[in-house]
């Protein structure tokens, strides 16, 4: 019998677990391990509340997760209530699936004010996320900034966008939901170092934009590249350059002070502005007490590269959010590679029977689905590297193992059964038309999770 660990219950996880499945069947037993009581990772704080679609894939995960050699071990913080040590001397593999759950830093003065966020802290409080759910935004200025040409910066810059109708159906939780409906934001500039041609936004997400109800798109006309250069693009890029181009075509109503003035840059009948403002490279975030403006230096490219013009002009706003990548949380004992922000690794082997997979090995790149084969290739390896074991394994203990540790440690884990209450929980206590209203207190999931605990 092979033992493998999985460390994190994301997608790359569980479609790790998928591939161990495949390759060992009834020859593997694999626990999943997560510092938080729920499982599904980024699909449950990552993924934007009103992409249900994308959410739907949990499903699938949930399949494997009801497996009776697979088991989900939840609020378990490796580092914490077990060491990397313990794990690799209970399992036969121990794989890495932590994903990149940490802002990357701006490294600008000024980033430390107050009402300045991270993508990844702001996502996870619109999302539920417990570690954000007190972070209390503020969005009584008019005018909101987001650093970032990515998937991301468009989530953050949607989500403020829209209006209390366009959230129906969508998870948002209900703090979100009621601090956004009395938000006063009625400009969000969207800053890129660089150009149209540079942006790694997709088509789709950028066509959502010109759908809200209350927001309208805009880019200069002065920053497009001529046409012609747009035919050496993929296919997904042209989309996406055809709607930056008619969002600069769009009817739009600019007061004197041109792409630097102040909230009342507007469309027709619209409620807010989203602009696009590329060749922008953010210098310093300014404020005393809070944030109150940007400084912003104009670029021009350079060899691909964005470089600074010397020109520089101020927005003022009141909030500031960063969606300029994400860094994997560090675990004691695991090398880690600093400058890619994640586990030091060579194809998914870290050390002896350690390996990681996703983000944790790649960095932040790729979409859900990137993971899959992600998966299936650390689970080759790590079949490769058991080999000399044959099918009766190394005789390491596995799930008995841990269980005997817990028991002695008292680790209150939770199981996928157990995890089902707490979803049962959040569904019967959803708004109208939403999907769940999720729990954000860990105390009240382990509550729900083990009632005959609480009782006692």
């Known amino acids: 019998m092979r033992h493998i660990a999985i460390v994190g219950s994301g997608p790359a996880g569980y479609y790790t677990a998928e591939a161990a499945l495949k390759q060992w069947k009834d020859g593997v037993r694999v626990d999943i391990f997560d510092s938080s009581p729920v499982p599904f990772g980024l699909i449950r704080t990552g993924v934007a509340p009103d992409h249900q679609s994308i959410k739907s894939v ?3 995960y949930e399949t494997t997760a009801l497996s009776k050699n697979v088991r989900f071990v939840g609020n378990v913080l490796v580092g914490r209530d077990i060491t990397i040590d313990e794990l690799r001397g209970l399992y036969d593999g121990v794989v890495l699936a932590t994903g990149a759950p940490n802002d990357r830093k701006l490294g600008l003065p000024g980033e430390d004010l107050p009402n300045v966020y991270g993508s990844a802290a702001f996502v996870g409080w619109y999302n539920g996320h417990p570690q954000f759910a007190e972070l209390h935004p503020d969005f009584s200025h008019d005018t909101a900034v987001i650093v970032g040409n990515g998937n991301v910066a468009l989530d953050v810059a949607r989500i403020l966008a829209k209006s209390g109708e366009e959230f129906e159906g969508s998870d948002i939780v209900a703090h979100a939901l009621a601090s956004l409906q009395a938000a006063r934001i009625r400009r969000i500039v969207i800053l890129g170092r660089r150009g149209p041609h540079q942006v790694t936004m997709t088509p789709k997400e950028l066509g959502e934009l010109a759908k809200l109800a209350r927001a309208c798109p805009r880019v200069d006309p002065a920053d497009l590249p001529p046409l012609a250069e747009d035919a050496g693009l993929d296919p997904g890029m042209r989309k996406t350059m055809g709607h930056l181009r008619s969002f600069a075509a769009a009817e739009t109503s600019a007061n004197d002070n041109g792409r630097d003035g102040a909230a009342e840059i507007a469309c027709p009948g619209r409620e807010i502005a989203i602009e696009f403002d590329f060749f922008a490279a953010p210098r310093a975030i300014l404020g ?11 670029t021009r490219l350079a060899d691909g590269k964005a470089v600074g013009t010397g020109e520089t002009y101020h927005i003022p706003a009141g909030i500031v959010i960063a969606c300029i990548g994400y860094q994997t949380s560090r675990i004691p004992d695991v090398p880690y590679d600093e400058q890619g922000g994640r586990f030091a690794n060579v194809e998914g082997r870290i050390m002896s029977g350690l ?3 996703g983000w944790a090995r790649r960095g932040p790149t790729g979409t859900i689905g990137t993971n899959r084969p992600d998966g299936f290739a650390i ?3 790590i079949d490769a590297d058991l080999g000399a074991w044959g099918e009766a394994g190394s005789g390491k203990m596995g799930r008995s193992g841990f269980e005997a ?18 979803d049962e929980a959040e569904v019967a206590n959803a708004r109208a038309g939403a999907p769940r209203e999720k729990i954000v207190e ?8 083990h009632p005959s605990v609480q009782e006692s």
């Open 58 to 60: 949990a499903r699938r």
């Open 355 to 357: 390996y990681c997979v």
């Open 379 to 381: 689970v080759e390896k």
């Open 442 to 449: 860990v105390d009240r999931m382990i509550a729900k999770a």
């Open 288 to 298: 005393t007490d809070r944030v109150e403006g940007v400084e912003i230096e104009r």
């Open 405 to 422: 540790l817990a028991a002695q440690r008292g680790i209150d884990y939770v199981k996928f059964t157990e995890w089902q209450k707490i």
